[in-house]
């Protein structure tokens, strides 16, 4: 039998009362700030030539020649101050070089009035941030410098690429994850660390061992595109999650388009990283698997889905109605919510699920929401994007002053100037690719079925069975 789920989903402490956020910055953006960006319109200066005879190396925006004052972020997605740059109408120097840039770049036309609108949207920032071919023949050199190195310390070993390079669900600035299988009496993350800097693969400053991480790994940026890369060793668990989320992908066409705009909207809010407490891709690919397949819609799985009502519909749940403190994730066997307090009785003495408890679909004992003891400011994130999502499609919306040319995502998320040019750069060196190209992500119908806004109720299963309504 199933119970209702009322008590799992309180609407939590100030619903009504809604923070007075900056749109596009959280309290949280705290890793790596630049006080300023590096002016010129072009952004792609100081390009090099490699031994191939092909320019490849990005300096980007806050790296140009007459700023030296002005240190390369490690996020180039992050819109920390772009809101304060907005606001400016001068020249590019007081606007961080971001003169006559909205933010928008996916924006090249207007849309029909409120959700419809949202979801046409939706749809054209999709087709935009997907990855390009010229891009994904950019990571694929970068795996086979990476993979040279491997081979000619351990000429036997294997090489896998695994995480969202290998799903089709990453971004401009997405890292690369790699794990390398063999046989060694200890994990041999120093050797390949020296080999990885004698060879020049890897930034000098970005290579880092954390050999003390639950899942020990090597972390570098490569030198010549700046794209990031994580290495483990003989871990099984990410391939298999690769897989997993392909079957999800399949099943769930509206699945990659939620994902790629909360990636987005986690990233530029720096709340993507767990080592700072943020939602990982898997944590959220799983929350976004979860909450629809406890829809209330049996519509989610056809691809005519308006993507926009899904959209606000997932941030008023997790910004919102659900009860962290009392509610686990699961979406084995079909999905449902498992209370804490039961899944506490099954674990060691002095241990209870973490705030966000995530249960592993690939490993049940596995909390994959352990390590995002942020995952609150996460939370207060969504509701405010529930709130403003929901005003930009009510009714009187037609009424705000330019509402048939502003964006209406544009209101929860941006891409910065340093993104786009970086992706404009690696168009020019890795390919001819035409902007009118498609993406490597396939299509989405632009048909839309529209679905009013309603509350639903969601039940809870105990145990193992299906949560439907």
């Known amino acids: 039998s199933f119970t209702r789920a009322e008590p799992l989903l309180g609407g939590g402490a100030g619903g009504r009362f809604q923070r007075d956020f900056i749109p596009l910055e ?58 304060s740059s907005l606001l400016h109408s001068g020249s590019s120097s007081e606007t961080g070089g971001y003169a ?12 029909s009035e409120g959700i419809i609108g949202l979801h046409e949207e939706i749809n054209d920032f999709y087709q935009y941030i997907s990855p390009r071919p010229e891009e994904e023949k950019m990571r694929l050199e970068v795996v086979d410098r990476i993979k040279g190195v491997i081979y000619d310390l351990w000429p036997s070993a294997e090489v896998q690429v695994f995480g969202s390079f290998s799903t089709g669900l990453y971004l401009p600035t997405s890292d690369i994850d790699l ?23 890897a930034d000098e400053n970005s290579i880092k061992v954390l050999d003390k991480a639950t899942v020990p790994i090597i972390k570098l940026t490569d030198s010549f595109t700046e794209v990031k890369v994580d290495i483990s060793f003989n871990v099984k668990s990410g391939v298999k999650a690769a897989r997993l989320i392909k079957e999800f992908k ?34 959220l690919f799983l929350m976004a698997v979860s909450f629809l397949q406890l829809h209330y819609r049996e519509d989610v799985c056809s691809p005519n889905t308006n993507i926009g009502v899904l959209l606000i519909e997932f941030f008023e749940l997790y910004g919102r109605h659900f009860n962290y403190l009392k509610t686990g994730i699961r ?23 973490s705030m966000l408890y995530i249960e592993d679909p690939l490993q049940p004992d596995n909390d994959v929401g352990r390590s995002s003891y942020g995952a609150m400011q996460v939370k207060q994130a969504f509701d405010y994007a529930y ?41 020019k060196q890795w390919g001819s690719q035409s902007q009118n190209d498609p993406p490597l992500n396939s299509m989405f119908s632009t048909g839309v079925t529209l679905a009013a806004f309603t509350f639903y109720t969601i039940l809870y299963c105990p145990d193992e069975g299906n949560t439907h309504t």
């Open 26 to 83: 959280t309290d949280n953006n705290h890793n790596n700030r630049a006080a300023g960006r590096g002016g010129g319109g072009s952004g792609g200066g100081g390009v090099q030539q490699q031994g191939s005879g092909v320019a490849v190396v990005w300096r980007g925006l806050s790296d140009v020649a007459g700023h030296p004052n002005k240190r390369k972020r490690d996020n180039k997605a992050s819109t920390f101050g772009f809101n």
């Open 100 to 111: 006559g840039y909205t933010g928008t770049p996916w924006k090249v036309r207007n849309y």
């Open 179 to 201: 794990v390398v299988f063999g046989k060694w009496g200890t994990l041999p993350l120093w050797t390949l660390e020296e080999a990885l800097r004698k060879r020049n693969v």
């Open 250 to 283: 399949e099943k769930y066409p509206v699945l990659p388009y939620l994902v790629l705009v909360l990636k987005q909207f986690l990233l530029q809010r720096d709340l993507n990283e767990v080592f700072t407490g943020g939602i990982g891709s898997y944590s």
């Open 331 to 353: 979406i084995k066997d079909g999905g449902c919510y498992v209370a804490k307090d039961e899944v506490q009785k099954n674990m060691m003495d002095g241990y209870r699920p």
């Open 387 to 427: 709130v403003v999502l929901s005003h930009a499609v009510s009714p009187i919306a037609k009424f705000y002053p330019n509402n048939e040319t502003e964006s209406i995502l544009g209101r929860i998320i941006r891409v910065t100037q340093e993104v786009d040019e970086y992706r404009e750069w690696i168009s």
